[in-house]
């Protein structure tokens, strides 16, 4: 199942569009605010043949333990050239708990095509993160 919704800007005026999902699927670019912040983007891993592209939560939790939470209350994805994963035609999956997942064989015409690039992004309490 894929829980996802989707957050445009338009392009306007020469200013590239912002285009995301969100999980949960409520959650907006707007709504990590107060004591919650965005990270960095995460781009852990490239599609390859044998799988997809994944973004896995707890293996960039290992990888930059200071600039990300052990509990994230959002996560954010985009394709790595900022737009929106349903624009690509991939079946994806995404939570908090998990990550990001995009599996070849889901996408049509696996066989010549590849997974997007993607990254992502999560929302964790401030004091949790390295400045």
């Known amino acids: 199942m894929i829980f996802a919704v989707l957050f445009t800007i338009f392009f306007l005026n020469g200013v590239l569009s912002q285009q995301s999902v969100f999980d949960p699927y409520s959650y907006t670019q707007a709504s990590c605010t107060g004591s919650y912040q ?8 490239d599609p390859d043949m044998s799988q997809g592209d994944v973004e896995i ?4 939790q290992q990888l930059f333990p200071t600039f990300m939470c052990t509990t994230p209350t959002a996560i954010e994805a985009q394709t790595s050239f900022d737009a929106n994963p349903t ?7 995404i939570s908090v708990k998990d990550g ?3 599996l070849n064989q889901r996408v049509t015409g696996y066989k010549t095509k590849l997974c997007t690039d993607y990254k992502v992004r999560y929302c964790c309490l401030s004091t949790s993160l390295q400045n």
């Open 38 to 45: 965005w990270t960095m983007w995460f781009d852990t891993n």
């Open 57 to 60: 939560t707890n293996h960039i």
């Open 87 to 93: 624009t690509t035609g991939d079946i994806f999956r």
């Open 100 to 102: 990001f997942l995009c």
